[in-house]
Nanobody
Framework: QLQLAESGGGLVQPGGSLRLSCVASGFTLAYRAIVWFRQAPGKEREGVLCVDRSGATTNYADSVKGRFTGVRDNSMNTVYLEMNSLKPEDTAVYYC?????????????????????WGQGTQVTVSS
């Protein structure tokens, strides 16, 4: 069964950093672009960024530019979301997803409907 599992969330103070992990099972993550989404309380799920097969990152959320980056470690079958200078508005459940439709490159837009399988996500809370 093809699955992605998110981990690494937690409580962090404003200005702090976290690294989220997205680990694949049942398939080789190296052959897929990986998209990170997040959903804040009471808000729509939004795309954050994507890491393509080469490791290049596409940002979807202007609010995270310059603070978040995606890192791929194919030897560990893992993609990381490195988050720096965290703000309270980054508080959300973070998800990673993939689709065979985006094997080589990232989608131009992050649309939930393009991804059929979602994990439980990992909670990130930014608060003092």
């Amino acid at each position: 069964q093809l699955q992605l599992a998110e981990s690494g969330g937690g409580l962090v103070q404003p200005g702090g950093s976290l690294r989220l992990s997205c680990v694949a099972s049942g398939f080789t993550l190296a052959y897929r672009a990986i998209v990170w989404f997040r959903q804040a309380p009471g808000k729509e799920r939004e795309g954050v960024l994507c890491v393509d097969r080469s490791g290049a990152t596409t940002n979807y959320a202007d609010s995270v530019k310059g603070r978040f980056t995606g890192v791929r470690d194919n030897s560990m079958n893992t993609v990381y979301l490195e988050m720096n200078s965290l703000k309270p508005e980054d508080t959300a459940v973070y998800y990673c997803v993939s689709s065979p439709s985006f094997a080589n490159t990232c989608p131009a837009r992050a649309r939930q409907s393009d991804f059929g399988s979602w994990g439980q996500g990992t909670q990130v809370t930014v608060s003092s």
